[in-house]
Nanobody, 132 residues
Framework: QVQLVESGGGSVQSGGSLRLSCAAS????????MGWFRQAPGKEREGVAG???????TYADSVKGRFTISQDNAKNTLYLQMNSLKPEDTAMYYC??????????????????????????WGQGTQVTVSS
């Protein structure tokens, strides 16, 4: 059974930084497709950042240059370094995961990295609050 546990959320002032972590309990030797999503009250869930099977990263335009996604494959842990935080970044942040698929040429992830349809498993979320 796959479990995702996020941590690192909190309250910061505008311009501050936070580092989110997502520990994945998963039994697989294939690369993982992982991403971060967020949902603010009254708004739809949106993709923030994602990592493909080849390690390449994709970011939402709203966080480019401020957020950095990374992963420690040995620990099956995903990170999101968030700098220059803004009040509009306030949301519940969720980690998501999907196993990659092997095909000719290597491993790949289904769908686009910022689309929720790519992911099979979701964490419970960690709250990020940015005050002005």
């Amino acid at each position: 059974q796959v479990q995702l546990v996020e941590s690192g959320g909190g309250s910061v002032q505008s311009g501050g930084s936070l580092r989110l972590s997502c520990a994945a309990s998963v039994d697989t030797y294939s690369p993982l497709c992982m991403g971060w999503f967020r949902q603010a009250p009254g708004k739809e869930r949106e993709g923030v950042a994602g990592i493909d099977a080849d390690g390449s990263a994709t970011y939402a335009d709203s966080v480019k240059g401020r957020f950095t996604i990374s992963q420690d494959n040995a620990k099956n842990t995903l990170y999101l370094q968030m700098n220059s935080l803004k009040p509009e970044d306030t949301a519940m942040y969720y980690c998501a995961l999907a196993p990659s698929t092997y095909s000719t040429g290597g491993y790949y992830c289904h769908a686009l990295p910022l689309h929720g349809t790519r992911y099979n498993y979701w964490g419970q979320g960690t709250q990020v609050t940015v005050s002005s």
